[in-house]
């Protein structure tokens, strides 16, 4: 007998629920470091105050092996224009048994990993802004999207939700707005079931989606004109757009990619189609299963490992899947792709797999009839099956060449793009 959704949604909780014991000791090391933290701010006679911010402060964190908590310097806006991070970077220097790491990004922030714990902490300085119009960076706006949230998530029953709704896209991998995943944020998938009500209407909602979805929660707009007229057209390439409750001209689901909004609907329905408690479960991807379909199916299957020496984390991520995207495009040239995936670690490593096969032809172009006789000739040298259209010499050519040694010369006849894309390893693994 199937399980209801009800059932498996309650069995679900059990599992990405953090134990109370884990919070209760990860509570106790932030609350210290807090308190070191605004000693040294007290000190420095620095005008700047502390807040927790992300999952950890909403209550809505899910479990997981390592858990990550968010710390604010928030300074006052006289330090507008001054180098924060640099001040951030001196406060936090001198914390006892932690590893201490910079990140970069638009605004640089610190890693603080504590000696023989299960989480770390990140501490990210911000301005304190009156009017979110006035913020500096994306994350000046942390300090509002944690008092709107809060004072949403009155009740047990919606925060379980969110958690739930956290578990399903960290498991499906459309959780996480960095670049390499495009997906949902921790704080538009909180404004999601907070719009929907309920895990079950989220994911209903999203199988129905078709055209462009605008989610405004607080109804700051009147009308689509009004919409239009205040938010950028750039903000406004999301398959969903939620208008950021705490700043209208925001668009809080800019991230989201088409790939993953289409991946995460999929996922959606079939959950729908068949509910099950594994769907919540992240499962690393089985390239030797993905490998043995190919050849049941007389695929071609490739598998390449790539490393990147840029900053492991949303910068190495961006660096390998930007990679990924652009060999997938040479690679669709020659060959039909049947399958394929992308791996990332989190550090500097990913794995692709692809399953492939031969093209029966491609064309390729040449120069234009107009162009000087030498390229002309040269074009024609080069290619036997030569043929004119609208101005333009093409070549019809057969692919011969095996995936294995197509990747090869295509890897030798690249080296130096490959560098310059920043990916400094790129070897066939299987």
Sequence with gaps: MKQSINQILKEVLTKIDPLKEELNSIDKIVRGFIAELERKIKTARIDAEVFVG??????????????????????????????????????????????????????DYFKVEPENQNFFMEIIP??????????????????????????????????????????????????????????????????????YKNFLNFV????????????????????????????????????????????????????????????????????????????????????????KKAQKNNFEFILLGAETSKQEGDVAGSKLVKFYRHFTDELGEFYEIKNKGFEYNGKKEAKYFFAVRKRKEIIISGPETRDRKDNIKKFRMRHKNVFEKNGRFYAREKVDKKIREFVKDWMNENSQKILEMSISELKIED
């Excluded at 928030?74 to 590893?99: A, D, T």
């Excluded at 739930?164 to 704080?187: D, L, M, P, R, T």
């Excluded at 055209?211 to 057209?233: A, F, P, Q, T």
């Design 54 to 107: 992300g999952s950890f402060a909403k209550r809505t964190m899910i479990k997981k092996g390592v858990y990550d908590v968010d710390i604010f310097v928030r300074f006052n806006e006289k330090y507008r224009g001054e180098n924060i991070s640099g001040i951030v970077e001196k406060l936090v220097k001198g914390i006892k048994k932690s590893k201490i790491s910079r990140v970069h990004g638009s605004r």
């Design 126 to 195: 911000v301005i304190k802004v009156k009017n979110p119009k006035e913020a500096e960076n994306i994350t000046d706006l942390s300090y509002f999207h944690v008092n709107y949230v809060r004072r949403k998530l009155k009740t047990e029953k919606i925060l379980d939700e969110i958690r739930i709704a956290k578990a399903f896209c960290h498991a499906n991998k459309c959780y996480g707005a960095e670049s390499y995943i495009s997906g949902f944020s921790g704080y538009a998938l909180e404004l999601l079931i907070i719009h």
């Design 204 to 291: 209903k909602a999203i199988t129905k989606m078709k055209e462009k979805e605008i989610i405004d929660i607080e109804k700051l707009y009147r009308n689509k004109y009004e919409l239009n007229m205040n938010m950028n057209s750039a903000k406004m390439t999301s398959p969903i757009v939620i208008i950021d409750p705490t700043f209208k001209e925001r668009n809080a689901l800019a991230a989201l990619s088409r790939e993953t909004f289409e991946n995460s609907r999929e996922v959606c329905r079939k959950f729908l189609k068949n509910p099950s408690a594994e769907m919540f479960e992240l499962k690393e991807m089985d390239f030797e299963k993905e490998k």
